[in-house]
């Protein structure tokens, strides 16, 4: 009759843990057991992506009751609260971004082994969270290499080491878990066809910041905010901001091209929570 199969991330494993023990109380309804079991998850991923959020807001001259305040839009008033609340992977990759990016700033700051190896570790959680934000690696290791250059003066070779140290786990992780799904390492299983990145960009960038039914301003509307500080943050914050920048629009650009960059029947552009 044959055999259907369901990916699991592993971040959700302590969801599934959660059903499976509670089931076992007697009276407890399963239906609603599991509804309140299988986002627990994607709650604390996206509670510790606020608190990522919050640091980051720091970081860009907040003060602690501003970025408190932000931080609060970020949780209720955009997309992060329903993916909060969502069996789906983009509570993981939402916290995984944010994380990365705060271990590049703090490596930008100091380029010590222990925080190159803590970006090494970082981009290895955000390979193994979504292949394709793989991308956004560079940026980052161009951030640190622009303003940790001093730091870096004399033991580029150890620092790079140091990152791989990090970084090197994950990608054999990853290739294993090509193996066990699709019997090759270089092999992730994805249809080549209908997850192509050869969509129109153009199409897809209008889809997803500002067309009825998907745009991200419509289901986010506090992400208007960004735009009006924008050129206070380039005149004060130019490194960070042209990081956060660059990342951003990567992550837009190469969902834009993805050929189905709605993301099927999810609420919003569930690409770029």
Not at 76 to 102: D, H, K, M, N, W
Not at 169 to 185: C, I, W
Not at 202 to 213: E, R
Not at 238 to 246: N, Q, V, Y
Request: charged share 10%; hydrophobic share 50%.
């Amino acid at each position: 009759t044959g055999v259907q199969t369901c990916a699991l991330p592993i971040s959700h494993v302590p969801s599934y843990l959660a059903y499976t023990a509670l089931a076992h109380v007697p009276g407890l309804p399963s239906a609603p057991l599991f509804a309140l079991t299988s986002h627990l998850s994607s709650a604390v991923l996206m509670a510790l992506a606020a608190v990522l959020f919050c640091q980051l807001a720091q970081r860009m001259g907040a003060g602690e009751r501003l970025a408190t305040v932000l931080t609060l839009v970020f949780a209720f008033g955009t997309i992060a609260l329903v993916y909060g609340r969502s069996p789906y992977s983009e509570a993981l990759q939402t916290c995984a971004l944010a994380y990365f990016v705060r271990r590049v700033f703090d490596a930008g700051d100091a380029a010590t082994d222990g925080r190159l190896a803590g970006v090494g570790i970082a981009g290895g959680l955000l390979m193994t969270s979504k292949l394709v934000l793989v991308l956004v690696l560079p940026i980052g290791m161009a951030y640190v290499a622009t303003r940790g250059r001093h730091d870096l003066r004399g033991r580029r070779g150890r620092a790079a080491a140091a990152v791989g140290a990090g970084f090197l786990p994950f990608l054999l992780l990853a290739l294993l878990h090509n193996v066990v799904k699709t019997g090759s390492m270089l092999h992730t299983g994805y249809d080549p066809v209908r997850d192509s990145f050869t969509g129109d960009l153009y199409a897809g960038l209008v889809g997803l910041l500002v067309s009825p039914g998907k745009g991200l301003f419509w289901y986010s509307p506090p992400l208007t905010l960004a735009l009006c500080g924008l050129a206070a943050a380039w005149r004060t914050r130019r490194d960070e901001t042209l990081l956060l920048g660059a990342t951003i629009g990567v992550v837009l650009v190469v969902h834009a091209k993805y050929l189905i960059w709605h993301g099927g029947y999810s609420w919003g552009p569930r690409y770029a929570v």
